[in-house]
């Protein structure tokens, strides 16, 4: 990218290898005891978290990382369903250390942070949800949302080699540090990107269905869900729904609050990045810091 990767806004590349031989791509800055692991939401990849992960690698460790198929990690075989994708972040973080960690997810990253939370939770201080995927929302098993999470699948990777998808979708990029908008442009809409967002797409529907059924145990774990009640366009009917599907999620667990992003839809890791640093620095103690 012609730039020095010892002066990226996101820090250092690295990578681990999975114990089925997949090479994960992750980037670390910052220093500390703690380290705050970030999860991008569905076809996403590390460089979505431009605004918040460098403001919060001034107080502590932060890492970012890349699902296999996306940004810089080798792709998957197998079927991109919750579990793999939890799995995989599980082993990012045996890789890292023994923790304590604070996992932040947007959108499809907040099930798989759960996810990965409660299958050790001996290292997970707390979660930081942002607009998460809910299973309480209702009008996600609408006929019109099926047919529409089928449409994509077909559709993405076609988007992606016209070029369609990069005109579309690098709008909310240009606010990034220049160091993470280049690497958003050159990885986030390549036709591989495009497959994998359509694969991990594919199994969304059934695996919020197996969470109402059996949610991630996450104990006594500090959580914090950050919702944007702004409804764009076409909105009006999905935003108060999934507001109201993450209350709920909040009244079920026992040591959980509900954070208001008053100015932002679903993209509020664009919209208010200073709001997601704030909680993040709150849960983590860091002193003098935090938006109390």
Known sequence: MGHNPKLHSLGT??????????????????SGDLTVVFESGMGASRSNWGLVAPLVAEHCRTVVYDRSGLGRSDADSEDRILRRLADDLGELLSALGPGPYILV???????????????DLSRIKGLVLVDPSDEHCGLYFSRLTKISFALNGLLLPFMARI???RRMG?????TLPEDVKQDHLFEDFT?????????????????????????P???NAEVSIISGTRAGKGERKIRPAIVEAHHRTVSKLPNA??????ESGHM????????????????????GLGAE
């Open 257 to 262: 609050r509900w954070i208001e992003a008053a």
């Open 105 to 119: 997810g947007h959108s499809w990253g907040g099930p798989v942070a759960r996810t990965a939370a409660a299958a």
């Open 170 to 174: 690098s709008v909310l990029g240009e």
């Open 268 to 287: 509020v890791i664009y919209t208010e990045p200073q709001l997601i640093v704030d909680e993040i620095l709150r849960m983590g103690n860091v002193a």
């Open 163 to 165: 070029g369609l998808l």
């Open 217 to 219: 145990r996450l104990g």
């Open 191 to 215: 036709v591989q990107a495009a497959r994998t967002a359509a694969a991990e797409a594919k199994a969304f529907l059934d695996d919020l269905s197996s969470l109402q059924v059996a949610p």
């Open 13 to 30: 590349s690295s990578f681990i290898t999975t114990k089925d031989g997949r090479r994960l791509h992750y980037m670390s800055k910052g």
